[in-house]
């Protein structure tokens, strides 16, 4: 790895470490306990359980006072995401749309959002994306990192895949080219746009400008790609071929749109695959008889994905705001509350879950609300779900593959985005 690539390395992982530290705040280093008493005793709680553990809270990014209540359950996070007409989402960019001309889709409600979304979809299908796993993810994977892993014997998987991998295998399904330091830089500054709210005022006053310099730099250098895409004049069925193509309210979109909307797309794409699959290989490698599950039979990987994905979720809530005066679960909700759906407890809801605390990947499956629900659902779940899939099949190529005792357990940890800062492992 040359000097350079390093230090791109370094500066993602100093972003990613950013972000997990101001996830965590007060908060105990497992919050599935805290969860599980909240549920039992307050399901629908007058107060921000974020807030209340010194984390940034996306119910009221800019701590503007707003009253907020967190649900735990699954039914009552169920019922307001599916239903986004009375809990709208415009406060999804409080906070760091700005620093992206506040174009954001999951930021948008009503029509708009729904315009938008339909334009946009084909790409993100799971027919479309099937159809490219192994031409443009697969080989990202096996190619640009397995085959370099595997001689070592030894990784920190969030520092050497996790960080790395989803950047360059969605980048390769966005249309860009084959350019790691772009990718990095790209990645770098997401994670820095996503990262500027912050509880901690003189915190907040390096990450809100610098999350501003990030959007402009995102911008800055999208923008040569998609004119570069556009000169050479050969459509792809990638995600910028897609964008040149498509009609929106009746005419194509400019460079500059495309330019903006792909911007909005990555701060989506990159570190949530990243968490998922650093959360993912943490509980598989905690649960050896699991991973050997998976190991003889890999047809189990879609659902071992999916299990992980539930029991530990990387984006642990999701918020909303009441449009007018409502009701959930039996409690009257004013106009303008803010709404924190605490998905990472509604995921472990004995209500709708067996014996929920157990990673049991044959479980019957309910709708999964890691992605969301209802007309914001995450737009780019199958990509997320190939990504993961393909990586976990390329982990389950290093022979015996199991944590390295030479390094602290690792410890998912975060109230809203989480994940382990290391996961170092070890194979023959
Ligand atoms: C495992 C990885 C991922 C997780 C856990 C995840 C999670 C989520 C969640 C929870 C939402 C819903 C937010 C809400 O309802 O307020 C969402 C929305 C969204 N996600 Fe993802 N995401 C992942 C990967 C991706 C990827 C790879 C993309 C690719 C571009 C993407 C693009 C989007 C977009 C555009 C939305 C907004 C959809 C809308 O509002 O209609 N996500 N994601």
Redesign the pocket.
């Known amino acids: 790895m040359s000097s350079n690539q390093a230090s791109h390395i370094d500066q993602m992982v100093a972003d990613y470490e950013m972000v997990t530290r101001s996830n965590t705040g007060r908060s105990p280093v497992d919050i599935h306990p805290l969860m599980t008493e909240m549920r039992n005793k307050c399901p629908v709680m007058h107060g921000d359980i974020q807030q209340q553990h010194g984390t940034p809270s996306?119910a009221d990014y800019t701590l503007s006072g707003r009253p907020v209540v967190t649900l735990f359950r699954y039914n009552d996070v169920h019922t307001v995401?599916k239903n986004a007409k009375d809990w709208e989402?415009h406060l999804?960019g409080d906070g760091f749309g700005d620093a992206v001309d506040n174009l954001?889709?999951?930021?948008?409600d009503g029509e708009e959002?729904a315009k938008?979304?339909a334009t946009?979809l084909k790409p993100?299908t799971r027919g479309e994306v099937r159809k490219q796993m192994d031409s443009m993810i697969r080989p990202v994977v096996m190619d640009e990192f397995l085959a370099k892993m595997r001689p070592k014997g030894k990784a920190d998987l969030v520092r050497e895949f996790a960080l790395p991998f989803?950047i360059r295998s969605?980048y390769a399904y966005?249309g860009f080219p084959d350019d790691e330091e772009l990718s990095s830089n790209l990645a770098s500054w997401a994670i820095q746009v996503v990262g500027a709210p912050q509880v901690d005022p003189e915190l907040a006053a390096i990450t809100v400008p610098r999350s501003m310099v990030a959007g402009q730099a995102m911008y800055d250098a999208i923008l040569p790609v998609v004119q570069a895409y556009r000169q050479r004049g050969e459509m792809r069925q990638d995600?910028i071929g897609h964008l040149m193509q498509v009609e929106h309210d009746g005419s194509r979109f400019t460079d500059d749109q495309i330019s903006s909307l792909v911007r909005?797309?990555?701060?989506?794409?990159?570190e949530?695959?990243t968490?998922?699959?650093a959360n993912m290989m943490v509980q598989l490698l905690e649960h050896p008889d699991v991973l050997d599950e998976v190991r003889q039979d890999r047809s189990l990987i879609p659902k071992a994905v999916l299990e992980t994905?539930r029991r530990d979720?990387?984006?642990a809530s999701?918020?909303?705001i009441a449009a007018r005066d409502l009701e959930i679960g039996g409690h009257s909700i004013p106009k303008g509350t803010g709404i924190l759906c605490a998905?990472a407890s509604a995921n472990r809801d004995p209500e709708v879950y067996e014996d929920p605390d157990r990673l049991w990947i044959k479980r019957p499956m309910r709708p999964l609300?890691?992605?969301?629900?209802?007309?914001?659902?995450?737009?780019?779940?199958n990509?997320?779900?190939a990504?993961?899939e393909v990586a976990l099949d390329a982990m389950l190529d290093l022979p015996n593959l199991r944590l390295d005792p030479a390094y602290p357990r690792p410890v998912i940890r975060g109230m809203n985005l989480r994940g382990p800062d290391a996961v170092h492992v070890l194979w023959d």
Not at 104 to 108: T, Y
Not at 264 to 270: I, Q
């Open positions: 996306q995401l989402n999804f954001l889709i999951v930021a948008m959002h938008l979304r946009l993100f989803p969605a966005f995600i909005s797309l990555l701060l989506a794409a990159g949530t695959t968490r998922s699959f994905l979720p990387s984006t999701i918020a909303r998905v609300l890691t992605f969301g629900f209802g007309p914001h659902m995450c737009l780019g779940m990509l997320a779900l990504e993961l």
